[in-house]
T-cell receptor
């Protein structure tokens, strides 16, 4: 069964540093998403992406964040000048249908900012 | 988007049927009801989606009454591996760029 993969599984970084979280969506999916989940809290939508453009973004997704589809398989989330409160699980998801509710989530990257 | 209300937690025993009810009084005409499952330290997993009446797949059933103001996810004969958080989501199938709005979910604990 095809699945979304994410690397790394755990990233530790110092406050103020930049991190890039990587995702490989399911190969025939064209719609991509990032979510985050702070420990003990609910899953929060960050951004959706299609055709090399952001379709929708939340209030959380400010200038500190950016997304990119650098090649035909990867989808990345860049976080600049990381803060302690950026520590969370970051999930990538993809869907076959445009803005579909059936989204396939990756295993997540645990980001720890120290 | 319609607000959803579901129990914070539920306990069950192996082999039992579990029904988790979600209230969504302000559901809109074009809203669908979707359920996701999340195991600890994993991403959410799509379980089932419906619009009205009953939907069944290999994992669960979803019951939606005529007024659509609530829905019930039914898990037949649960096992220990069904221990997870279950989220009820309400929204249009193609709304807002695919933004899924997760609530706090229902933490289901299955005991032997």
């Amino acid at each position: 069964e095809p699945e979304v993969t994410q690397t790394p599984s755990h990233q530790v970084t110092q406050m103020g540093q930049e991190v890039i979280l990587r995702c490989v969506p399911i190969s025939n999916h064209l719609y991509f998403y990032w979510y985050r989940q702070i420990l003990g809290q609910k899953v929060e939508f960050l951004v959706s992406f299609y055709n090399n453009e952001i379709s929708e973004k939340s209030e959380i997704f400010d200038d500190q964040f950016s997304v990119e589809r650098p090649d035909g398989s990867n989808f990345t989330l860049k976080i600049r000048s990381t803060k302690l409160e950026d520590s969370a699980m970051y999930f990538c998801a993809s869907s076959e249908e445009p803005a579909g509710v059936e989204q396939y989530f990756g295993p997540g990257t645990r980001l720890t900012v120290t | 988007l319609a607000k959803t209300t579901q129990p914070i937690s539920m306990d069950s025993y192996e082999g039992q049927e579990v029904n988790i009810t979600c209230s969504h009084n302000n559901i809109a005409t074009n809203d669908y009801i979707t359920w996701y499952q999340q195991f600890p330290s994993q991403g959410p997993r799509f379980i089932i989606q419906g619009y009205k009446t009953k939907v069944t797949n290999e994992v669960a059933s979803l019951f939606i009454p005529a007024d659509r103001k609530s829905s019930t996810l039914s898990l037949p004969r649960v096992s220990l591996s069904d221990t997870a958080v279950y989220y009820c989501l309400v929204g249009g199938p193609y709304n807002q760029g695919g933004k899924l709005i997760f609530g706090q979910g229902t933490e289901l604990s299955v005991k032997p």
